[in-house]
């Protein structure tokens, strides 16, 4: 995976860069804004890490600039703490999500791997999703279990089509958080338990076979048992 990364501040940029490369990622490293956006625009990244405030050219016209070229590149956008008019900008102006500095590594690391796999998901978003006798239609929002309409709130909806586009795989509450809360903060609560709680009694408890399954301290998986 290949990442731009503008960032003027010279200590920041060496943390990041060191950081991001240790994981295996390939980081192209920009002082500042113009340089930035050339950069940009003449190579394919997989993801830009823009800093907000950049000599020559802000991270927001930046983005601004790279979206009017019609790039779906991801953009995750820096911003300091307390500017949340920037943070709003930086959505305005075509980010894909914001982190505020001070930030923990880990939690770049997580909004990136969310980014890449958002990305990697996007075209596969319209065929319908089968397991068993239970069919989930992404485009007209449709759930049914042995032909019978089910009834989900957004989120539950949400829930059950990243299970199933993951069906037999085993997914961790992490993945959850990362890919249908769209944050990796653990908040501490039992909300991903109760979610599917209600997903079971919806799609499981008056069907057979069961379908959602829980592995003790590891997470969930979906599959015909
Ligand atoms: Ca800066």
Redesign the pocket.
């Known amino acids: 995976m290949k990442i731009l990364l503008v ?3 010279p200590k920041v940029a060496a943390f990041l860069h060191q950081g991001l490369t240790e994981q295996h990622y390939s980081v192209d490293l920009a002082p500042d804004g113009l340089v930035g956006l050339r950069m940009a625009l003449a190579s394919n990244y997989d993801l830009l890490i823009l ?4 000599p020559s050219l802000s991270g927001l016209d930046v983005c601004r600039q790279v979206r009017a070229q019609n790039t779906a590149v991801p953009i995750l956008m820096l911003t300091a703490l307390g500017e949340t008019d920037d943070k709003i900008r930086g959505l305005d102006a075509g980010a894909d999500d914001y982190l505020v500095k001070p930030f923990a590594f880990q939690e770049l690391l997580a909004r990136i791997r969310a980014l890449a796999r958002r990305r990697q998901e996007t075209p596969a978003t319209t065929a319908v999703l089968r397991l068993a006798d239970l069919t989930l239609d992404p485009s007209r929002k449709l759930v049914q279990r042995a032909g019978q309409p089910i009834q989900l709130t957004a989120r539950e909806f949400a829930l059950l089509e990243y299970l199933l586009r993951n069906q037999g795989r085993v997914i961790s509450r992490v993945d959850i958080l990362e890919q249908v809360w769209e944050t990796s903060f653990d908040t501490g609560s039992n909300v991903i338990d109760v979610y599917i709680n209600f997903l079971r009694k919806k799609v499981d408890k008056d069907f057979t076979p069961k379908l959602i399954h829980t592995l003790v301290g590891m997470g969930y998986v979906m599959k015909e048992e």
């Open positions: 960032e003027d501040e800093d907000t405030l950049l």
